[in-house]
Nanobody
Framework: QVQLVESGGGLVQAGGSLTLSCAVSGRTFSRYVMAWFRQAPGKEREFVAALKWSGGNKYLDSVKGRFAISSDRAENTVYLQMNSLKPEDTAVYYC?????????????????WGQGTQVTVSS
């Protein structure tokens, strides 16, 4: 059974930084895309960033230059480094895995999800 466990969320002031982690267990993927999504209260779940097993990444326009997605394959962990945080980045952040090759942005394409971690950015 695949499990994704996020950590690293919290409360931070605008302009600050946080690093989210997502540990994947239960299965080894030979091909995968790992992604971060977020959901603010009353809003749809939104794509934030994705990383492909063979290289390549994709970002939501509003986080380009501020967020960076990376992974440690040996540790089966994906990270989201978030810098210059803004109040509008406040949301529950979820990691997800798709057993495929495409950097897709629709949540419906992802097969496995974590439980989410809250990020709150105060002004």
């Amino acid at each position: 059974q695949v499990q994704l466990v996020e950590s690293g969320g919290g409360l931070v002031q605008a302009g600050g930084s946080l690093t989210l982690s997502c540990a994947v267990s239960g299965r080894t993927f030979s091909r995968y895309v790992m992604a971060w999504f977020r959901q603010a209260p009353g809003k749809e779940r939104e794509f934030v960033a994705a990383l492909k097993w063979s290289g390549g990444n994709k970002y939501l326009d509003s986080v380009k230059g501020r967020f960076a997605i990376s992974s440690d394959r040996a540790e089966n962990t994906v990270y989201l480094q978030m810098n210059s945080l803004k109040p509008e980045d406040t949301a529950v952040y979820y990691c997800a895995v798709d057993n495929g090759d495409w950097l897709l942005t629709a949540a419906s394409n992802y097969d496995y999800w974590g439980q989410g971690t809250q990020v709150t950015v105060s002004s």
